[in-house]
């Protein structure tokens, strides 16, 4: 199964508080799982990644957490900011990498 | 460095009409990538070249053909459009450094076909 499901669709925090969205996967072949960001009428950008011989991974205010077991990956954005409002996309790759396969997009408001 | 170019960032195309989009990257990558994206769906993967001289379906690459030109250009070309390609496309290279695999992505083209 190539499939990243990815949930919620959407979601509305606070200022300061701390936005999860989680992904799932199935194909165990996957072995580099990153994170874009996306502002409206821009490209994505690459986030942050993990690869799964670590169960954690923080740059700045924006940690990944890996369940390897379970195939499972989420981002969390610690003390959210307005500026985080964004489309935030999960997405894995296998050896070779040259097939990268997205999840659908969680998009994240932060209210001042 | 500009990155990953594309041209145009718009353009409206009657039914059967076809286009070319024209993407190019000065980042000396040699994976090239067409996206699609529509509203709920995520990037889908179109067509995908490894490095210059190959080029592989993707996802979803029916009512399209590509042409990885030289090892900076890769043109996406709709041969006749028809609404369901009505989306935003993306061009994307990428760069493998060390353990890491980071795609960089043009500005887009946002296509209406009416």
């Known amino acids: 199964q190539q499939q990243v499901k990815q949930s919620p669709q959407s979601l509305i925090v606070q200022k300061g508080g701390i936005p999860i969205i989680n992904c799932a996967y199935e194909?165990?072949?996957?072995?580099?799982f990153p994170w874009y960001q996306q502002f409206p009428g821009k490209g994505p950008a690459l986030l942050i990644a993990?690869?799964?011989?670590?169960s954690e991974k923080k740059e700045g205010r924006f940690t990944i957490s890996f369940n390897k077991s379970a195939k499972q990956f989420s981002l969390h954005i610690m003390d959210s900011q307005p500026g985080d409002s964004a489309t935030y996309f999960c997405a894995a790759s296998g050896h070779g990498g040259f097939k990268t396969i997205f999840g659908a997009g969680t998009r994240l408001f932060v209210k001042a | 460095n500009a990155g990953v170019t594309q041209t145009p960032k718009f353009q409206v195309l009657k039914t059967g009409q076809s286009m070319t989009l024209q993407c190019a990257q000065d980042?000396?990558?040699?994976?090239m990538y067409w996206y699609r994206q529509d509203p709920g769906m995520g990037l889908r993967l179109i067509y995908y070249s490894a490095s210059e001289g190959t080029t592989d379906k993707g996802e979803v690459p029916n009512g399209y053909n590509v042409s990885r030109l030289n090892k900076r250009e890769f043109s996406l070309r709709l041969e006749s459009a028809a609404p369901s390609q009505t989306s935003v496309y993306f061009c994307a290279s990428t760069k493998y450094r060390d353990r890491v695999r980071e795609q960089y992505f043009g500005p887009g083209t946002r296509l209406t076909v009416t």
């Open positions: 194909n165990t072949a996957f072995d580099y």
């Open positions: 993990i690869r799964p011989d670590v």
């Open positions: 980042m000396n990558h040699n994976s």
